[in-house]
């Protein structure tokens, strides 16, 4: 069992906005920058939104982050069909002196 | 351009012992800590353990704490994850992930392609 919670899944038609929710604890999200990460079918996974709200270079900004205490999520705005994916939110957590993930979402695009 | 390329995968026996390593590029290797996730067939990623830029501090997870050593070749831009006393819940693909910061608590912002292991008699 995850120590994130996030929704096994999660989709919309092209163009919709899809939000993907990640709760945890004080230990974790509450108290350290929430990530999330995508993973595209049969690849290794890639950072998408780093520190809350922040994107790479090169990731498009139909993606955006939020946090509130202890909950972060996730929003993809103008689903496209390549948004295909499964995505993890992760965070270090300072009880248990590593990072956490959660479960992952799969988002499918209808 | 940063690479992290994975070797030393395969197929091992229960009890049996594995040395993973990922050779760096593209980046100060020394500046930065560096670390192992795992993901098992058709199931999400687990972080495994991380190492500081320094090599001096370390981080496990429960699951693999006592069996599994990181290190780090700072002269030659390399991780390394010994695994010893494998379990058949091992099986998975490790993927090196260089940390954003010297020291573990940040994110990982970039990955390998990930190397299979696999545990079975």
């Known amino acids: 069992q995850s120590v994130l919670t996030q929704p096994p899944s999660a989709s919309g038609t092209p163009g919709q906005r899809v939000t993907i929710s990640c709760s945890g604890s004080s230990s974790n999200i509450g108290s350290n920058t929430v990530n999330w990460y995508q993973q595209l079918p049969g690849t290794a996974p890639k950072l998408l939104i780093y520190n809350k709200s922040q994107r790479p270079s090169g990731v498009p900004d139909r993606f955006s982050g939020s946090k509130s205490g202890t909950s972060a999520s996730l929003a993809i705005s103008g689903l496209q069909s390549e948004d295909e994916a499964d995505y993890y939110c992760a965070a270090w957590d300072g009880s248990l002196t590593g990072y956490v993930f959660g479960s992952g979402t799969k988002v499918t695009v209808l | 351009e940063v690479l992290l390329l994975e070797s030393g995968g395969g197929l091992v026996q229960p009890g049996g012992s594995l040395r993973l390593s990922c050779a760096a590029s593209g980046f100060t290797f020394i500046n930065f800590a560096m670390s192992w996730v795992r993901q098992a067939p058709g199931k999400g990623l687990e972080w495994v353990s991380t190492?500081?830029?320094?090599?001096?501090?370390?981080y496990y997870a429960d699951s693999v704490k006592g069996r599994f050593t990181i290190s780090r070749d700072n002269s030659k831009n390399t991780q390394f994850l010994q695994m010893n006393s494998l379990r058949a819940e091992d099986t998975a693909i490790y993927y090196c992930?260089?940390?954003?910061?010297?020291?573990?608590?940040?994110?990982?912002?970039?990955w390998g392609q990930g190397t299979l292991v696999t545990v079975s008699s």
């Open positions: 190492i500081s830029g320094s090599g001096g501090t370390t």
């Open positions: 992930a260089k940390d954003h910061g010297a020291v573990a608590g940040y994110y990982f912002d970039y």
